[in-house]
């Protein structure tokens, strides 16, 4: 059985997420935004050591607490999509002065396109490649779950007029990639609350 966890994390509430097969000790942490003491304890308390860290795209509120969980568990690699990958070390200076705890993240070593399946003790992760939002923005398909970062919220999309932001091809990858997944996945979105792709054909007004 695969568990999800969530831990909200930073000022902006991330939705840090814990992914694991029931009775295993490693797990795999999505998009560790800050707050990397309550990750730690999260993990303490379930004596859990990650083997991966999943970015699902560069911006701060998502990578600020990389580095001190890598220097912690030193095995763990760090992926993120490739458009991505640069833009991890070179944030935005008023992002990072909102979150007060970010710290640089080291480069992935990991670059993640689309298509690949990542498979970890007990469960795969399906990337799929959903940029819009940023460049090298990932959704992830985990059985009955799609965890969708910043590209799709409960009855709304992720933020489109920043720099590295492309409204056409944010709703592109909605409409196209996360809906033709089955109407029961739930959705795990980067912030607030879940819902399911069939709910957010019928009722999203952004797409």
Known sequence: MTLIDVIQVGVLSTNCYIVRSENSPRCVVIDPGGEVDSIF???DRRKLEPELIISTHAHADHTGAVAPLIS???NCEFAMGTADATAASDQKIWLKSMLGDFEDPPPPN???DGGETLSYDGF??????TPG???GSISLHIEDYV???DTLFRESIGRFDLS???QALEIASIRTVLFALDES??????HGSTTTIGHEQASNPFV
Do not use: C, E, M, Y
Request: a negative charge; proline letters at 7%.
């Open 133 to 135: 939002h940023t460049p």
């Open 41 to 43: 304890d999260f993990l």
């Open 72 to 74: 912690r568990f030193g």
């Open 164 to 166: 590295d932001g492309d």
């Open 147 to 149: 965890l969708t970062g």
């Open 110 to 112: 990991k670059h993640l």
């Open 185 to 190: 996945t739930i959705v795990l979105p980067g």
């Open 124 to 129: 795969d992760i399906n990337v799929l490649a």
